[in-house]
């Protein structure tokens, strides 16, 4: 008889769930505050209000994107100022290196939005259910009145974090108020109902139930940090040259870690962090407070973990005391980092300040690109988009300044002035004719710049453009 084949063995591993154990210390203490502050900002920015005069929305935080408007307290940011947007994310990234750098996944295991709400969603847990060893007991129990009522208490307390958070995120992109009766009355646009539905979907599955697995498998970063790390950057270790061997006798033959599994029952994401670095490590630190009071009870010296780096872990294993924490953070590569961070906050900032009140756009209409004229003058027309970013009426003088053989007329006014309304753009038709046998008329292209002054503020601005003629004439 042949031997039947083996089955393979499965490449899937379900899911350990994990029951991170209630923790006191400085770390989660800073933790919580972390968690007070990003939650206090999100639900309750879009409900301050800031005067911005009439005709303008009075939110101090809106993505207007009906009108394309970005309003953040007295900063109004515009379309054509997407430079503004674009220097705040590429701030961002470069914050996001510069503490990668000096402490590590500092974000991921702070600020992320997912370890916000998921410690949030724990705390829930925990005062639902009880602490790590009563969830291990009603994870492992079966199904009865107790598991049931309190299961549902504690999704229906979940689902209504994760309403909360969806209705939240849409108030920042309308009057929150008014949205807020709207969606009450059943009266506001789909969208908003469709967007709160998906953001609640994702809270719910997200911060309830895939938790530590979006850490490990969703997120790029994990996989991103080592780049930005190297061996001068902080980030919480276990000093194994002091910790082992592991055992519960306190003499010469063991080291101080009594392999109590304090730093692994706090993890939220089930690692062990005496086997060393680990892409899992969101360094939450977590994992100090834990063993810090376990070595205060067995009297010994706090941090057998701790934070630290790899060049202080060669000069302790030969009895040196460690860099100090500035030198650290203060070497060549967060300089750098520092100083193009705080170089593009100062360009946006003096960019935000010398910005013009006024500004406008040309699009010249190609379709004809010229026409002759009855008299045999050639005309071009042109397009121009005047915005007016302040909150009065303003006339609008356009000249333009070139070849003197060319004129300006606008479509439906006796003058060059144009009137915009406050907070709008208007869109104006201009004709620029150059008389038959000119050097702009007979040549084939003739550069020129359009203008346009604000006599009551003193603001000008100005773009260059083509004049185009016929050749053949």
């Known amino acids: 008889m042949t031997a039947s084949p083996e089955t393979p063995k499965s490449l899937y591993a379900a899911r350990e769930p994990i029951f991170p154990k209630r923790v006191s210390g400085y770390y989660r203490n800073l933790k919580w505050w972390i968690l007070a502050v990003t939650l206090g900002i999100y639900y309750v920015m879009p409900w301050i209000r800031w005067d911005r005069g009439p005709n303008l ?29 674009a220097g705040l994310l590429i701030m961002a990234g470069l914050g996001l290196f510069l503490f990668t750098s000096a402490l590590g996944r ?16 724990i ?10 060893n009563a969830r291990l007991r009603l994870w ?22 994760s309403v909360a958070t969806g209705g939240a995120w849409v108030f920042y992109f309308t009057d929150a108020p008014t949205l807020l009766v709207d969606l009450f009355a059943f009266e506001a646009h789909a969208v908003a109902y469709t967007t709160i539905a998906i953001l609640t979907l994702t809270t719910f599955v997200f911060g309830g139930f895939m938790r530590e697995q979006v850490c490990i498998y969703m997120c ?19 000093r194994d040259w002091r910790g082992e061997p592991r055992g519960k006798k306190h003499d010469n033959a063991t080291g101080d870690c ?18 060393g670095q680990q892409m899992a490590c969101i360094t939450c630190a977590l994992c100090i407070d834990a063993c810090d009071d376990i070595m205060a009870k067995v009297g010994k010296p706090r941090g057998l973990i701790d934070y630290m780096a790899l060049t202080d872990e060669t000069l302790e294993r030969e009895g040196n005391a460690p860099k100090p924490i500035m030198k650290h953070i203060l070497r060549p590569r967060t300089i750098i980092y520092t100083a193009l961070w705080a170089g593009i906050g100062f360009a946006l900032v003096f960019l935000l300040f010398i910005r013009s009140p006024i500004d406008m756009t040309v699009a010249p209409v190609r379709n004809p690109v010229n026409v002759v004229l009855s008299d045999g003058s050639i005309r071009n027309t042109y397009d121009i988009r005047l ?6 009426d303003k006339p609008f003088y356009i000249s333009l300044k070139g070849d003197e053989a060319l004129t300006l007329q ?13 907070n709008e753009t208007f869109l104006q038709r201009v004709y620029v004719t150059a008389p038959r046998g000119s050097g702009p008329a007979t040549g084939d292209r003739t550069e020129f710049r359009f203008w346009i002054d604000d006599f009551v503020n003193s603001a000008r601005a100005h773009t260059d453009t083509v004049y185009f003629g016929r050749t053949t004439e």
């Open 57 to 85: 929305p009075d939110q101090a935080v809106l993505l207007d994107l009906a009108h394309r408007r970005f309003f953040f307290f007295w900063i109004e940011i515009w379309p054509h100022e997407f430079y503004f947007v």
């Open 106 to 121: 500092v974000w991921c295991g702070y600020s992320c939005p997912q370890t916000v709400w998921t410690d949030l969603f």
């Open 123 to 132: 705390l829930v847990e925990r005062w639902i259910e009880g602490d790590r």
């Open 140 to 161: 492992k129990s079966k199904w009865d009145s107790k598991k049931i009522r309190l299961r549902i208490t504690k999704w229906v307390a979940w689902l209504l974090i």
């Open 220 to 238: 790029p970063w994990p996989r991103i940090q080592a780049a930005m790390m190297d061996e001068d950057t902080l980030t919480v270790a276990y």
């Open 258 to 275: 009594i392999d109590c599994m304090a730093c692994v029952n706090v993890c939220p994401t089930g690692i062990d962090i005496r086997d």
């Open 387 to 392: 915005r007016n970013m302040s909150g009065t």
């Open 410 to 422: 606008l479509e439906g006014a006796d003058d060059q002035v144009a009137m915009v309304p406050a």
